[in-house]
């Protein structure tokens, strides 16, 4: 039953929607007022029927999400937008006629790679918090394989093993990560918790109240936006790295025999690590 674990350490994680990624530009909101927002004129949807009353295109967990605006002012190159819904920090979408409703896109100008990641990492969290398993896999490539020969067809079965078994995940990132880019890789340094509902009771699955698990992410840069390529330094339930090639094996991963001895010495302690945590079993 531990192996559902690790399907919350993919919240970073992807498999494509029939929906293909589409490529746009984007650009930050800038307030100038209660409720009201500089943006270029370009954000306006020219398919909007109104001259006051418009709409734009927010950029929402690298989807789009339609806004009902209006237009308090013509500024040059600029409006004044009015609107109760937009916030600091979002980013609204250039030319957004004929985007629809949550289509996927990859932003191609108007953010650095880093804030990029960055939103990448919030979008992922928000789909295992709904715990929506085609969501949660839209980030991960095709190619992906770890030091622990992970790949994207072993950790799909255990992400959706993970949706049966735990209930109301939670990620706690618990400071800003520390991202490197080099060219189309990057390295993300992140420390956190992730913790979810177990008979009845919540624990942490991922780090503790007193340390948090620190983790390296490998990314690349592909058309369609940064894709996990790699993970490193997990710990479940505390247990050295290495623990999750033993627990992948009940999801397909093959193990040399003495893997698989080794994975039978582990289970007790595994059992009682999870005991302590969630309750013994019914």
């Known amino acids: 039953m531990i192996v559902v674990i690790m399907g919350l350490l993919v919240w970073f994680l992807p498999v494509d929607r029939r929906d293909a990624t589409i490529a746009v530009k984007v650009t930050d909101v800038m307030p100038a007022g209660e409720n009201l927002w500089l943006a270029p004129k370009g954000v306006l949807d020219e398919g909007s029927p109104h001259e006051s009353r418009r709409e734009v295109v927010r950029l929402n967990h690298l989807r789009t999400e339609r806004l009902s605006v209006h237009v308090e002012e013509h500024t040059g190159d600029g409006l004044v937008l009015r609107s109760v819904e937009l916030c600091a920090g979002d980013l609204l979408i250039l030319e957004p006629s004929g985007l629809r409703p949550g289509q996927p896109v990859v932003p191609k100008a108007g953010v650095t790679p880093e804030r990029l990641i960055r939103l990448t990492l919030e979008a992922g969290i928000a789909a295992v918090t709904a715990e929506d398993l085609a969501e949660s896999m839209r980030f991960l490539s095709r190619d992906y394989r770890d030091s622990l020969e992970l790949t994207n067809h072993v ?69 369609e936006g940064w894709k996990l390529s790699g993970v490193g330094g997990l710990r479940p339930l505390g247990f050295d790295e290495e623990f999750l090639r033993l627990l992948a094996a009940q999801v397909g991963l093959g193990l040399s025999q003495a893997e698989e001895e080794q994975r039978q010495r582990a289970c007790m302690p595994c059992r009682q690590r999870m005991a302590e945590r969630f309750g013994p079993a019914p």
């Open 155 to 223: 950790l799909a079965n255990i992400l959706e093993r993970t949706y049966r078994e735990f209930d109301s995940p939670r990620i706690e990132l618990v400071e800003p990560p520390e991202i490197q880019v080099t060219g189309d890789q990057a390295l993300v340094h992140a420390n956190l918790r992730v913790s979810a509902v177990y008979r009845g009771r919540r624990n942490y699955l991922i780090g503790d109240e007193h340390q948090p698990n620190a983790v390296r992410l490998m990314l690349s840069r592909l058309p």
